[in-house]
């Protein structure tokens, strides 16, 4: 079995690791990050949390609270361009 699967014309490869965990997810334990007091609701939190405690980790972050998931590169680079501009806005008017 290849090491990536295609999912769609214009979308990249996407690892194997990737597809298993999504489909693990959605097989096992979907449900809403930090909103229910369901077991697997609580143990998905958990997984969410210690997934942004490795990333910062790996990116040598102060914090995993400094880690903030998007939906896509357009979305975070409006995320830190709005970061950046906003605040020498405020200093025009």
Do not use: C
Not at 10 to 20: E, F, G, N, T
Not at 22 to 29: I, K
Not at 65 to 91: C, F, H
């Amino acid at each position: 079995m290849p090491a990536s699967i295609s999912t769609a014309r214009r979308q990249r490869s996407k690892p194997l690791a990737v597809i298993d965990a999504s489909d693990q997810f959605y097989r096992l334990s979907a449900g809403n990050v930090h909103r229910s007091q369901f077991a697997a609701a609580q143990r998905l939190t958990e997984r969410y949390e210690a997934a942004r405690d490795r990333v910062a980790a790996w990116l040598n972050a102060p914090s995993g609270k400094d880690i903030v998931w998007t939906r896509g590169t357009t979305e975070a680079i409006n995320m830190v361009a709005q970061s950046y501009v906003r605040p020498r806005l405020q200093a025009w008017r």
